[in-house]
């Protein structure tokens, strides 16, 4: 038997950048009485409290068993019985920073995929990572269902996010480019993604990869959760939070 279930966050638990569905919110709640559950995204911590913890009606002897990992894993919260704390952050210098940001606002114009209208921050600073997201980091909060439309219409075929991290990667190569979500780009330090993470989580359990069960909305190659696969830890692809409600939902059937 696992005794890890991992999640990637956008896509497979909730609608990007939207609220844990309260149907997912009772299952990691009872799957927190068999398992040690990690949820890993490139989104910053805060992104997790709006998103994860929020939806969540969970006491704090289940919270201890439920590890959180924003920007890939560079970052690590655990709860103490009574708040979350931070374990570890891999941050980047202030000067990593700006030749980082340089490099995003660079290719963006030369490749003309700046947004004349966006919601929020384009280019965020994570602390261990940078996004830059094509249509704003605000767009779901302030147009709900629509924000999320808007960004599924955005790169469906992800020319857009490919070429950018093309160029980028190729200006910047001391750093770690990848496609993050739906409109986004991650940068991190080198030989930074999720299997990064899960690396990170197993010496901190001291567990072996058969131990854990990883699940993700973008599991094929070129995605950002197909690490996790290629490193060899056993993973299920979900369509979205609906189908991962329905695998979660019969594993606990077949541990009752």
């Known amino acids: 038997m696992k005794k890890v279930l991992a999640f990637d966050l956008d896509g497979t638990l909730a609608p990007s950048k939207s609220t844990l569905p309260p149907r997912i919110g009772e299952l990691i709640d009872q799957l927190l009485g068999y398992f040690e559950i990690c949820v890993i995204s490139g989104g910053k911590f805060g992104q997790f409290q709006t998103q994860l913890l929020d939806g969540l009606n969970t006491g704090s002897a289940k919270l201890q068993k439920l590890h959180l990992m924003p920007t890939c894993g560079t970052q690590y919260y655990k709860f103490n019985g009574s708040q979350w704390y931070q374990v570890y952050a891999e941050n980047f210098t202030e000067d990593e920073k700006a030749k980082i940001i340089a490099a995003l606002n660079e290719g963006i114009d030369s490749l003309g995929y700046r947004e004349s209208k966006v919601y929020g921050e384009v280019i965020e600073d994570r602390g261990s990572q940078i996004t830059f997201s094509a249509l704003g980091q605000d767009i779901v909060a302030e147009l709900g269902d629509e924000g999320v439309r808007l960004k599924e219409e955005w790169d469906p075929d992800t020319v857009k996010k490919n070429a950018i991290r093309d160029y980028v990667a190729n200006t910047i190569p001391e ?27 197993m010496d901190m359990l001291k567990i072996s990869k058969e131990d854990i069960l990883f699940f993700g909305d973008r599991l094929q190659e070129g995605g950002n959760d197909f690490p996790v696969k290629l490193f060899g830890i ?3 692809e979900v369509s979205h939070w609906e189908d991962t409600a329905s695998r979660l939902e019969a594993i606990i059937d077949a541990i009752r």
Do not use: H, N, W
């Not at 750093?175 to 690396?199: C, H, L, N």
């Open 175 to 201: 750093f770690e480019v990848r496609v993050g979500g739906g409109t986004s780009i991650d940068i991190t330090k080198p030989g930074i993604d999720k299997a990064y993470g899960m690396q990170k989580l």
């Open 234 to 236: 056993d993973s299920v």
